[in-house]
């Protein structure tokens, strides 16, 4: 049986725990250091102290140990003479011996040790195991004088100091880490809010975040993610109206198919029923290739952003159209003097687009000439001669599955992809019925960003 995770180890998982514990350590980590270098500091301050304290004592000691060795005098067998504590000096337990400059020892204090003094006969400090021996020559006769102070009265000094500084800091942490943690969960309220407006995105609902009071690394977070959600929605949207139009286009032309094939079966393969078929599966075929450039047009795929020649790309689409020989007379070409080279975009879409304005031109002209014209600058446009369009109904026609009137055949989709794909390359589809200087007809043209 799988243990429960503890209560402590969740909280070391969650964000405002991880953050809690890291700067407890950190701060912890920086005292203790500003601790270390206090006390090596304040280390070496109290050594300075003790060893100006043992010059002064030195210096009044000598005088007072001179002034006790002349009045006793030598001991008869040339020993060292034991000195007398003296009662008028504050500092008489300091063990101290007076030596000769043949280094023989004259008297020492009766607190001195044999082996204390056993350092070089030099004027300054010398460590000898747990004594600090300070040596002083007189200024006038061949005499030194040693006085040894304890290191372990520095050492103690130091660690009361060093426990005067750690035990704050103990007492402190806990306190702190509450604080830490109080304050950590408190600041990280509004991420948990943001995970849960996160959490509550799905599907059915995709609308964009708006929490006030954000910091500024998540306001960054909020608008990436109201971006995606933008484009996960366009892109559900996009997929339910393929389906929708799939639903909508292509119920007719599969039950014609189906009706024609059933008739031919039933009463015999005749021609005209085979052709019917055939007939309503072509159809079929240029439903489902409008819907597949519908689908593609309003996409979240990115577009390429490249220098699209306009001569070439509307050449192009128009030996597609003159390739069937009926429309050879009814589609010409016309390219302006002063026509843009090129503009940015994808040449892909862009034939798309230009393609559905050529193929809705000859179906909706009654049969009269159609323009397919290049220019002036950054522009292609499709004009024709027929019976055009109500002028009420013209902003209508980038709809989807609306036709300029009942009577037209179409699926109402080709104006709907040209406005989407002009849409996604920030360039402006405008419709107008009659043209420009002309008294019947309609022209669709786009006009793009130059390249």
Not at 37 to 50: A, S
Not at 336 to 365: F, K, M, T
Request: glycine share 8%; with cysteine; proline share 6%.
């Amino acid at each position: 049986m799988r243990a429960r995770p503890t209560r402590a180890w969740l909280h070391a998982q969650t964000l405002a725990g991880r953050l809690a514990r890291t700067l407890i350590l950190w701060v912890g980590g920086v005292w203790l250091a500003c601790v270390l270098g206090v006390v090596w500091y304040v280390d070496g301050e109290i050594n300075y102290n003790f060893d100006s304290e043992l010059i002064e004592v030195s210096h009044r000691l000598f005088g007072i140990a001179l002034e006790h060795l002349d009045a006793a005098g030598p001991t008869p067998d040339g020993a060292p003479r034991a000195m007398p504590a003296p009662q008028d000096f504050a500092d008489a337990e300091v063990p101290y011996r007076l030596v000769g400059s043949d280094t023989r020892e004259l008297a020492h204090s009766s607190s001195a040790r044999d082996g204390q003094f056993d350092v070089p006969l030099a004027t300054g400090f010398a460590d000898q195991g747990e004594w600090r021996i300070y040596t002083l020559r007189h200024p006038t006769r061949p005499v030194y004088l040693q006085v040894a102070d304890p290191l372990h009265e520095r050492r103690e000094a130091v660690n009361r100091t060093l426990v005067g500084l750690i035990v704050p800091l103990v007492a402190v942490l806990p306190l702190l880490a509450w604080l830490l943690r109080r304050i950590a969960r408190r600041q990280l309220r509004v991420l948990e809010a943001l995970a849960r407006e996160i959490g509550l995105r799905d599907g059915a609902l995709l609308t964009p975040i708006a929490l006030p009071g954000l910091p500024h690394e998540l306001r960054s977070v909020e608008e990436h993610v109201n971006h995606l959600l933008q484009r996960l929605s366009l892109a559900l949207d996009v997929e339910r109206a393929l389906a929708a139009n799939a639903a909508h286009e292509l119920r007719t032309p599969l039950a014609a198919a189906r009706l024609r094939l059933q008739t031919a079966l039933d009463h015999g393969l005749a021609r005209t029923d085979v052709q019917a078929a055939l007939d309503a599966l072509g159809t079929l075929a240029q439903r489902t290739e409008k819907l597949l450039q519908l689908s593609r047009a309003e996409s979240s795929a990115p577009l390429a952003r490249e220098a699209v020649p306009l001569e070439p790309l509307a050449t192009q689409v128009a030996q597609e159209f003159w390739a069937d020989e009926a429309l050879v007379d009814r589609l010409d070409l016309v390219v302006a003097p002063d026509a843009a080279h090129a503009v940015a975009g994808d040449v892909d879409a862009l034939g798309i687009a230009l393609r559905n304005l050529v193929e809705n031109a000859l179906r909706y002209s009654a049969g009269s000439a159609v323009e397919l014209r290049v220019g002036p600058g950054p522009v292609l446009a499709v004009r024709d001669a027929g019976p055009g369009v109500p002028a009420h109904a013209l902003d209508g026609l980038r709809q989807r599955h609306v036709r300029a009137s009942a009577d037209r055949a179409g699926y109402g989709l080709g104006l709907s992809i040209v406005a989407s794909i002009a849409e996604r390359h920030q360039a402006r589809l405008v419709l107008a019925s009659p043209p420009p200087g002309q008294a019947r007809g309609f022209e669709a043209r786009l006009e793009l960003q130059p390249g």
